[in-house]
Nanobody
Framework: QVQLVESGGGSVQPGESLKLACKGS?????????MGWFRQAPGQKREGVAW???????????SVKDSVEGRFILSRDNAETTSYLQMNSLRPDDTAMYYC????????????????WGRGTQVTVSS
């Protein structure tokens, strides 16, 4: 049974950093070929943030690209089926529950068809 477990969330002040991690387990490694990050702010729908393929390709979601590109850095450790989201210069509007997701073989440009999801880790940015 595939499991994704996020960690690294917390409460920080504007301008500070957090590094989220998502550890995948319980399935063949191809189940984690694409690992993505999503977030859901209170009262808003969940939105894609970024995904990373095992070949190193990274895509930031169009809806957040202008906001996060350059501040959020996505990486992964294929051997450990773990992805990381380094979030720098955090802002209050980054406050959300952050979810990790995974799918096999390829990543969809539209951030769809993720098969497995974590339970989320809360990020709160407030002064």
């Amino acid at each position: 049974q595939v499991q994704l477990v996020e960690s690294g969330g917390g409460s920080v002040q504007p301008g500070e950093s957090l590094k989220l991690a998502c550890k995948g387990s319980g399935g063949a490694t191809y189940r984690f070929d694409c690992m993505g990050w999503f977030r859901q702010a209170p009262g808003q729908k969940r939105e894609g943030v970024a995904w990373i393929h095992k070949d190193g390709t990274i895509k930031y979601a169009d809806s957040v690209k202008d906001s996060v590109e350059g501040r959020f850095i996505l990486s992964r450790d294929n051997a450990e089926t773990t992805s990381y989201l380094q979030m720098n210069s955090l802002r209050p509007d980054d406050t959300a529950m952050y979810y990790c997701a995974a799918r096999r073989w390829w990543c969809a440009d539209a951030f769809t068809d993720f098969e497995d999801w974590g339970r989320g880790t809360q990020v709160t940015v407030s002064s």
